[in-house]
Nanobody, 116 residues
């Protein structure tokens, strides 16, 4: 399984970005894909996830601002990030794995920088 993330960049506060994560390969019939983030000096934290059944889970700090979605035909998960804040600055990592446990696979991170 490989995960290819893209879409990061530099944006001003209040702006928007859309991240993409394309997955090649699949080993779980029931799975969860999503996004975590890690800022310098901080622990990695969950941002949003989406199961194969369509259930979503969002961190409280992104509810109402970020939307996770998918394109099953492309094995791709997206993260639409709106109303970005400087504190959203981090490396965003795509994940894939079985339910109810730490992700089994990680993509290379994509940097998101929000300027004030």
């Amino acid at each position: 399984v490989q995960l290819q993330a893209s879409g990061g960049g530099l944006v001003q506060a209040g702006g928007s970005l859309k991240l993409s994560c394309a997955r090649s390969g699949s080993i779980f019939s029931i799975y969860r894909m999503g996004w975590y983030r890690q800022a310098p000096g901080k622990q990695r934290e969950l941002v949003a996830t989406l199961t194969n059944g369509g259930s979503t889970n969002y961190a409280d700090f992104v509810k109402g601002r970020f939307i996770i979605s998918r394109d099953n035909a492309k094995n791709t998960v997206y993260l639409q990030m709106n109303s970005l804040k400087p504190e959203d600055t981090a490396v965003y990592l795509c994940s894939y794995g079985a339910l109810y446990r730490t992700p089994d696979y990680w993509g290379k991170g994509t940097q998101v920088t929000v300027s004030s």
